[in-house]
């Protein structure tokens, strides 16, 4: 647990302060994220967890220990710490970055090892492949990937990120927050997030700390409660007028009941195929695949006349394939551009596991609005 | 002495135990030179990291020094140290102070800022930072320095033989120019040349060595 009491920072030399008055909890095991205009004083909060920056007046406390009171090098190997730059040491191997706050802490070498390897597991980078790799040899996703799971090595309780996924491009962005989502499901880190993207904070928080300009708190709420309701016209002008759209932002494919696809085999005679798709009746097309199961393209009802085998070249493709953690907003936007409006949710293994439809989206808008969690 | 051929292989192989001694004296009057050197410039350039306000001056004051005359440092050292070797010593060393300050400043500055941040944030000690994380990335840098400033001192030693030191400068100019014999003078410069060389190579290869995520910079 972080605790935020009466924080304020002011900088000599200027009368505004940066952090004024911060007082908020952020409970063990969340992602807070930070959010507001530049110069709302979001990073300098960030920093005063770690030290990087100290408070003029006021408490951060971590599990009630007033993070003033430790030695500052201590506290901050205890903490796990992500940057925009990533920041990885350029004359380190993989290995070697990863390992870095183990060392300071003087760990034993098996156990270091053991260690990383289990991280770069964790992040889908086969350690034999990518332990001796220096991070010129990276690309930007994998450095990326490689700065979290260094910030994790020593297993901190608490992480600061500070737009740690801001310099990549949106594609691979959204699949970094993917992935760090299912990382942090697992791991359960308390953790700090920086951004200047509302987009970004509504997806990733599980609660949103608003600041605007002199680093005065806004709103601290989860994101479905200050989209539903914003504290203040500074809220609701920063959020967005699309707000009820970004609602959508908060809903994942995988909280959608997914409709089984019709699936075809490129070669399988056309009447079984016919037949299936006709006892299904609710969809007018099949999904071929191929034989592990990822989706090669759509077959229309049409296509499945006669006798003979399936054939591939039937198939349209570009059928919009999904995460189950893909956002209701992404998938909806991915489908409308579609010319078969059915989006294809996948495995991590690019299996089909199901099928959604905007019909099945909007039951799920209109329902009630579902609780945040709240621990 | 008109039908004297340029080249004596006779004067060679008589003399092979001088040639060698100059050819020693001059190495180790490099290797002296340079890393008394290194060490000045290494503890100015950490000063000047501690108390910025020393960049300036102290790089002004390089800058300048630098533009003296080789010559005229041996000559203004001369009336305090005599004709000795701690004279010729005290100008080549300022020579090397003078280039290896620049190199070892611009090394360290040439850390990207968010690597230090990292460090800092992750909980390196200024010491830690410094030997770990600052000093291994500026090396190439450093070493490019030490490169030059090699180089720099192999050239400058052939000229301490006017105050009567000189490793293959005497070769040059104690035995070839006054003497008026053109073989003393081709096999100081040639020997002093492939010396440059050779140390120059031997450098590149260390950093290459020492250094071997800089070779992959360009993926």
Partial sequence: ?375 | MPDEPLIRLDWIVDNLGEIGRRLGEHIVMTVIAVIIGFVISFALALLVRRYHSLAAPVLAASGVLYTVPSLALFALVLPFTGLSLLSAEIALVSYTVLILVRNVLTGLDSVPPDVSEAAVGMGFTASQRLWRIELPIALPVIVAGLRIATVTTIGLVTVTSLIGQGGLGYLIVTIGINQFFSTAIYVGAILSVALAIGADVALLRIQKALTPWARSRAG
């Fill in chain 1, 1 to 375: 647990m972080v605790a935020f009491d009466h924080v304020t920072k002011r900088y000599s030399g200027s009368g505004e302060p940066a952090v004024s008055e911060l007082t908020f909890t952020i409970p063990a095991g969340e992602i807070c994220v930070l959010v507001g205009p530049s110069g709302s004083g979001k990073t300098t909060t960030m920093k005063m967890v770690n030290r990087l920056i100290e408070p003029t007046s006021g408490r951060v406390t971590i599990d009630g220990t007033d993070v003033m009171s430790l030695p500052a090098v201590d506290l901050r190997r205890r903490i796990g710490y992500v940057i925009q730059q990533v920041g990885l040491f350029p004359h380190l191997t993989v290995a070697e970055n990863v390992a870095v706050v183990p060392r300071l802490l003087r760990w034993k070498e098996q156990r270091i090892r053991d260690r990383v390897d289990e991280l770069l597991d964790l992040v889908g980078l086969d350690p034999a492949t990518y332990r001796r790799r220096y991070p010129a040899e990276l690309s930007g996703g994998e450095r990326q990937r490689v700065g979290v799971v260094r910030a994790m090595a020593a297993d901190p309780a608490v992480m600061l990120m500070d737009e740690p996924f801001g310099a990549v491009d949106p594609i691979r962005r959204d699949r970094l927050q993917n992935e760090f989502l299912r990382l942090q499901a697992k791991v359960r880190k308390t953790i700090v997030f920086v951004t200047h993207d509302v987009d970004e904070a509504i997806k990733m928080a599980d609660r949103i700390a608003i600041l605007q300009k002199g680093g005065i708190l806004a709103q601290y709420d989860t994101p479905d409660a200050i989209l539903a309701q914003p504290a203040s016209e500074f809220v609701e002008r920063f959020v967005g007028a699309d707000r009820g759209l970004k609602r959508l932002s908060l809903g994942r494919v995988q909280d959608v009941p997914l409709i089984e696809p019709v699936i075809v085999h490129a070669g399988e005679p056309r009447g079984t195929a016919r037949r299936r798709l006709e006892e299904r009746g609710e969809i007018d097309y099949a999904l071929l695949v191929d034989e592990r199961r990822r989706p090669l393209g759509w077959i229309d009802r049409r296509d499945l006349a006669g006798d003979g085998p399936v054939d591939p070249a039937a198939a349209t493709p570009g059928a919009p394939t999904l995460g189950p953690e893909s956002t209701l907003r992404d998938a909806l936007s991915a489908m409308l551009s579609s010319s078969v409006q059915l989006g294809v949710v996948v495995d991590e293994r690019d299996a089909v596991i199901g099928l959604v439809s905007v019909d099945r989206i909007g039951e799920v808008l209109r329902a009630p609005v579902t609780a945040a969690p709240v621990s």
